[in-house]
């Protein structure tokens, strides 16, 4: 016997082409999906954006009340809904052109609506499934193009799960041999070669622990701290002056690049296997603020030991089809921005030659590579990927806790964004000018997210929806600290 569509309560007032005011007759969650039937195109689906419950108690009376006294009163539930849309003969969205008449029925939408106009299907060679609609079973599949295409970011306060939700998203990647370069500033990510011991809610969404120790491999600046990594090197006899001037934090090009030249072809022409020390001892014996200042930069290049002889070959650091982890747990900041300017320099510069495949540069803790205020070694090349890199197929995946200290040009070019709970003003305030569609009541909405739950837009979708993210296959490497045992 087929189950009768829920009335949830009826349309008053004036009514907009882009959203409308309901009276409720039965209780209606913030984010849900209502369906009206319009004359010309059927069902419509709709969103509850704001609610709010109305009475005839005003302030004197409430006053007078008795601190035993029952209030009498007569109150009502009020909400505003806002039009998604139907889907016409050729499968476009569209949102009528004529309103809705006042007194029409609201329902509650069911699935099949919700999936049609939405978009949610099963993509099985190009979906990334990283949850179900919140309050529904209905897949949420992020297309894997789009991603790389059109780049992403991971926005939650500290605490919010990006690092979790990030590592589904890097096992949907793994399972469709998605390429990948993950910056892992706190060497988090290592869990995802082992399989997550069982949870409960699995079953509800379709996952088995499973563990990608074969796609996975890892390198490090310091294998001290970080026993499971390869030695993370660069090429000093590969790297031009130019590259020498990055590593040694010099961006006066114009004051340093000829005496570095120089120097490098005086050092070269006495012993072609000259090392960083020998550079340092040369610049120690010339004359003048420009070999003092260089000799004092060499020194820290040579104590990060991040040049030497031979460095990582990049058929070792990008492997097709798998992830190659950049743990820099324990690392100093001004060599972490190092790292990853040379990093992304050399990915970037192979991609556009086609000496590479397409390939996912994942960026955790974003906001301190391409900072917003101030400067970073690594920024000018993030920024040149996110406004270039899509051409190329290097995609960017831009991951913080702090949406207002990203550069505003790399946040913006991240079409797909998954967002959990954000508390702080400004971070709302960047996250609002950043993302089209998002109305008043999902900015509210995004303060108050239950954990596991995040906002998508894009990836495929052409409106917000919140999805509850699916449990992670593989470990979470991420869990604070417990400083007092339970």
């Keep these: 016997m087929k189950r009768a569509v829920e009335e949830v309560g009826r349309i008053y007032g004036d009514v907009g082409l882009g959203q409308f005011h309901f009276s409720l007759t039965v209780p209606v969650e913030r984010g849900d999906y209502l369906a009206v039937v319009d004359e010309q195109h059927g069902k419509v689906l709709c969103q509850l954006d704001d609610l709010k419950r109305k009475s005839d108690l005003d302030l004197e009376h409430a006053g007078a009340l008795q601190p035993s006294e029952e209030a009498h009163l007569h ?19 569209k949102i009528p052109t004529i309103p809705f008449r006042p007194g029409a029925h609201v329902y509650r939408a069911e699935e099949p609506l919700i999936a049609e106009v ?15 609609l919140r309050n529904h079973s209905l897949r949420v599949e992020l297309d894997i193009n789009q991603l790389v295409q059109r780049h992403v970011s991971v926005l939650a306060k500290t605490g919010g799960g990006k690092s979790y939700l990030l590592g589904v998203l890097i096992e949907e990647l793994l399972r469709h041999r998605v390429t990948c ?6 060497g988090e ?16 969404f379709g996952v088995e622990a499973q563990g990608f120790g074969k796609q996975i491999q890892e390198y490090s600046p310091d294998v001290s701290l970080n026993p499971s990594a390869t030695p993370l090197t660069f090429s000093l006899r590969n790297s031009d002056p130019r590259d020498l001037l990055v ?12 005496p570095l030249k120089q120097l490098i072809e005086r050092v070269a022409a006495a012993n072609p296997e000259y090392t960083v020390h020998d550079l340092v001892r040369a610049a120690e014996a010339g004359e003048g603020a420009i070999a003092e200042t260089m000799a004092e930069r060499l020194e820290y290049v040579d104590q990060t030991k991040l040049l030497g002889p031979k460095g990582t070959s990049l058929n070792d650091l990008v492997k097709p089809g798998g992830a190659t982890l950049i ?11 190092l790292v990853v300017s040379r990093i992304a320099s050399t990915l970037f510069d192979n991609r556009k030659k086609g000496k590479i495949p397409p390939l996912f540069l994942v960026i955790e803790e974003a906001h301190n590579f391409a900072p917003q205020q101030g400067s970073a070694t690594s920024s000018r090349v993030l920024k040149n990927i996110a406004s270039e890199g899509r051409k190329f197929g290097l995609g960017l995946c831009a991951v913080t806790q702090r949406a207002a200290r990203i550069d505003k040009s790399v946040l913006s070019q991240c079409n797909t964004q998954l967002i959990l ?22 900015t509210e909405m995004i303060q108050s997210l239950p954990v596991g739950v995040a906002l998508v837009t894009g990836g495929g979708y052409h409106t917000p929806l919140f999805c509850e993210v699916r449990p992670r296959a593989t470990r979470h490497g991420g869990e604070s600290v417990q400083i007092v045992a339970s």
Excluded: C
């Design 75 to 93: 109150e009502s539930m009020l909400g505003v809904a806002q039009i998604v849309g139907y889907r016409d003969a050729s499968g476009v969205v």
């Design 118 to 132: 939405l978009g949610l299907k099963h993509h099985a060679n190009t979906g990334a499934y990283v949850g179900l």
């Design 181 to 186: 370069v993950i910056i892992d500033p706190h």
């Design 189 to 204: 990510y290592g869990s995802l070669r082992v399989p997550a011991e069982k949870n409960g809610s699995s079953a509800r």
């Design 247 to 258: 590593f040694m934090g010099l961006s006066n090009v114009k004051s340093f690049l000829a």
């Design 327 to 337: 743990n820099l747990r324990g690392v100093a900041p001004d060599v972490q921005e």
């Design 421 to 442: 709970q954000v508390t702080n003003p400004l971070d709302l305030k960047a996250i609002a000018q950043s993302i089209e569609g998002l109305t008043p009541g999902m």
